[in-house]
């Protein structure tokens, strides 16, 4: 099984900061690699697929980055909607989730 | 537009089973991969299982012994079961819509299970 590990597990950052989220993987796989945005009480929202692929609709703002075991999430000038917790997920064969990495108001 | 939408009971007693449903409307059935994610109170996000179209499936290997995922196809739904709970079953169960080579691009609003007597 491929273990998916975060970091950090929380941020704390200001509005206009650039943000970066790393996860690294137990080991190499394709760039099956997705990023979720999860606000408390809602369900998570899908932001990057296939490590560098904006999901429709999400803001340029956000990107993805990495292959092989090292992946990262960079979010460019935080705005206050961005502050919330974020997954990595793999999802080649079988699937695991990060363990998130909330990013809080500083 | 898609929703997904989980049913089952919100409460389940201790070694018994837990049944879940994902009714899916604005999207057919075919062609995608669809998921059961779950994600127990102030914890993250844990993935079950997944289930293609054609009936394919794959478990958590940490659930596997206790889960069954399947889909029909003519009623545009998938269904979870997972057996013998106990209180660490607690969580809130996702259902997701999964199309091959992407994320899971579509959830449920999810549903609270809470395993007690």
């Known amino acids: 099984d491929i273990q998916m590990t975060q970091s950090p597990s929380t941020l704390s950052a200001s509005v206009g900061d650039r943000v970066t989220i790393t996860c690294r993987a137990s080991?190499?796989?394709?760039?099956?690699l997705a990023w979720y945005q999860q606000k408390p009480g809602k369900a998570p929202k899908l932001l990057i697929y296939?490590?560098?692929y904006l999901e429709t609709g999400v803001p340029s703002r956000f990107s993805g980055s990495g292959s092989g075991t090292e992946f990262t999430l960079t979010i460019t000038s935080l705005q206050p909607d961005d502050f919330a917790t974020y997954y990595c997920?793999?999802?080649?064969?079988?699937?695991?989730f990060g363990q998130g990495t909330k990013v809080e108001i500083k | 537009q898609v929703q997904l939408q989980e049913s089952g009971p919100g409460l389940v007693k201790p070694s018994e089973t837990l049944s879940l449903s994902c009714t899916v409307s604005?999207?057919?059935?075919?062609?995608?991969?669809w998921g059961w994610v779950r994600q127990p109170p102030g914890k993250g996000l844990e993935w079950i299982a997944w289930?293609?179209?054609?009936?394919?499936?794959n478990y958590n290997p940490s659930l596997k012994s206790r889960v069954t995922i399947s889909v029909d196809t003519s009623k545009n739904q998938f269904s979870l079961k997972l057996r013998s709970v106990t209180a660490a079953d607690t969580a809130v169960y996702y259902c997701?819509?999964?199309?091959?080579?992407?994320?899971?691009?579509?959830w449920g609003q999810g549903t609270l299970v809470t395993v007690s007597s």
């Open positions: 997701t819509r999964h199309p091959y080579g992407r994320g899971s691009d579509y």
């Open positions: 604005g999207s057919s059935i075919s062609g995608y991969y």
């Open positions: 289930v293609y179209y054609t009936g394919n499936t």
């Open positions: 080991q190499s796989f394709s760039d099956w």
């Open positions: 296939k490590a560098s």
């Open positions: 997920q793999q999802y080649s064969s079988l699937w695991a």
